[in-house]
């Protein structure tokens, strides 16, 4: 893998971020994953709020170029709280990563944000959608355990998992 620096996005990185994100809706669907990030989600909006918000994170390569884009959000997110079909392993205060993309151009995409995100902090959770078994394997060989379903706020469940 380049050598990948992560650091905070800027609103000025927006028009380098939002073609990740594309590239991912496209490769989820090549999967079969047909119902995840649909109708341009994530949105510019959206990515400008965590971005505004100091959550959102670019790797970037030693060409300059945008590799990774993913938001990394520390203290509790509302839609853990009920957990079906499992539970948390422990109560840890935690980080959790959303919207993650990469351009394709390297592997080691996530292994590399969440090395990151532990420097931050000692649990991290994740959550995807059932036919994301790409981002289902990877998380799995990090050493994330599934831990039961959550729902997004808009009533559509994820897998979630924890690492410690």
Sequence with gaps: ????????????????????????????????????????????????????????????????EID???????????????????????DNPYGTIHRIASSGRSGGMLAACVGFCLEHIGTVRLDTHADNHTMRRAAESLGFARCGIIYCQDGTPRIAYQLN
């Design 1 to 64: 893998m380049d050598s990948l620096t992560i650091r905070k996005a800027a609103e000025s990185d927006i028009d380098r971020i939002m073609p990740l994100f594309e590239s991912a809706r496209q490769f989820m669907r090549s999967q079969g994953n047909m119902t995840q990030w649909t109708n341009g989600y994530p949105s510019r909006e959206t990515v400008l709020a965590d971005i505004n918000a100091g959550n959102c994170y670019a790797g970037v390569n030693s060409q300059g």
């Design 68 to 90: 990774l884009v993913f938001a990394f959000i520390i203290g509790n997110d509302a839609t853990y709280n009920i957990i079906e079909d499992g539970e948390w392993p422990n």
